[in-house]
């Protein structure tokens, strides 16, 4: 996280209104994003999702009904997880939409500071059975067909170049249906094409997906998308599981299960190594990691087995 060396003059040209993830690429002269320049950017964001959601609040409500809707068809589920979930302001009424709201919830970001607004947002409409979790797209704590349902809004956005890895990360952990809702290259204009690849966004999901032989059941424009000059595509993938997993938390590394040790950290016996719960939510990104081998000693025990005596 060099970067994080920025964070004063990054304040700065935020105050100011300019673009910060345009100011990070030319720090190293980066053509496409990384995932340290999505993290500042969007945790220097925080609490602008719903200032635009309290703006405009009839968009939203439209965009999550049709979403409500196409998942409604799908059959029955148990669980769902939007990736990227930002400060919830899709997942808050898409839950409240669903004809048969799962029993498990689920919504993780790269950026702490979004998922703060995000519990709080949730609070508000009194929706407190959800998980919240940082993570990193390209390496999610959870094993393989663990969710039912998984969907993104425009979260794989910024991603560009890196289709491939983000769609099989995404699709491993699908039991059912992966829905992905990001920006439409096959279906924009030539001045809305231009324009994803200036900011670094995905181009070719879709043939990224057909490459991978995923069955892809439904491709085309959204109904809704906040901006026209970066369209909403949808494409729905249909995956037929032979095993299920359960949706618990696992270590990002090692995948193996996440104990609770206190209200403030979680830890892995098989990788020695914890993680951190900041106001609630985990911090799973593999940067968070602390390795701990002797978190469980008892010193007292250890002394006596080891004859060690004070002097």
Same mark, same amino acid.
């Given at each position: 996280?060099?970067?994080? $060396? ?5 304040? *700065?040209?935020?105050?100011?209104? *300019?673009?910060?993830?345009?100011? =990070? ?6 053509? &496409? ?24 609040p009839e968009y939203k409500d439209k965009y999550c009904t049709s979403l409500a809707n196409i998942i409604d068809d799908l059959g029955s589920f148990d669980s769902i997880i939007e990736v990227g979930v930002g400060e919830a302001t899709t997942l808050n009424n898409l839950i409240r939409k669903l004809t048969n709201a799962p029993s498990d919830i689920f919504g993780f970001d790269i950026s702490w500071s979004r998922l703060k607004f995000a519990k709080e947002f949730?609070?508000?409409?009194? &929706? ?43 699709? !491993?952990?699908?039991? $059912?249906?992966?829905? =992905? ?11 809305? !094409?231009? !324009? ?26 959204? *109904? ?14 249909? $995956? ?9 938390? $696992? ?35 593999? *940067? ?6 002797? &978190? ?12 060690? =005596?004070?002097?």
């Amino acid at each position: 996280m060099e970067k994080f $060396k920025q964070l004063t003059k990054i304040k *700065e040209i935020y105050a100011n209104g *300019e673009n910060i993830i345009k100011y =990070l690429k030319n720090i190293n002269n980066n053509k &496409l994003n990384t995932i340290e320049d999505i993290l500042i950017s969007y945790d220097f964001q925080s609490g602008s999702y719903i200032k635009e959601f309290s703006n405009t609040p009839e968009y939203k409500d439209k965009y999550c009904t049709s979403l409500a809707n196409i998942i409604d068809d799908l059959g029955s589920f148990d669980s769902i997880i939007e990736v990227g979930v930002g400060e919830a302001t899709t997942l808050n009424n898409l839950i409240r939409k669903l004809t048969n709201a799962p029993s498990d919830i689920f919504g993780f970001d790269i950026s702490w500071s979004r998922l703060k607004f995000a519990k709080e947002f949730l609070a508000d409409f009194e &929706l407190k059975n959800i998980t919240l979790f940082t993570a990193n797209l390209f390496e999610i704590p959870l094993l393989d067909n663990s969710i039912d349902i998984v969907y993104t809004s425009h979260s794989i956005e910024p991603n560009g170049g890196k289709e491939e890895e983000a769609i099989k990360e995404l699709y !491993r952990i699908t039991g $059912k249906y992966l829905i =992905l809702l990001e920006p439409s290259y096959e279906f924009a204009n030539d001045k809305s !094409r231009e !324009r994803m690849k200036e900011h670094g966004y995905v181009t070719n999901l879709y043939s990224t997906a057909k490459k991978l032989g995923y069955k892809v059941i439904e491709h085309r424009l959204f *109904e809704y998308s906040s901006n026209p000059l970066n369209p909403t595509g949808i494409m729905i993938i249909e $995956k037929k599981s032979s095993t299920s997993n359960g949706p618990n938390l $696992k270590c990002p590394i090692s995948l193996s299960n996440l104990l609770k040790y206190n209200d403030s950290l979680l830890y892995s016996k098989d990788s020695f190594l914890a993680y951190p719960v900041i106001d609630g939510i985990p911090c799973l990104l593999k *940067e968070n990691s602390i390795l701990t081998t002797h &978190l469980l000693t008892n010193y007292n025990e250890y002394k006596t087995a080891h004859n060690i =005596l004070h002097k």
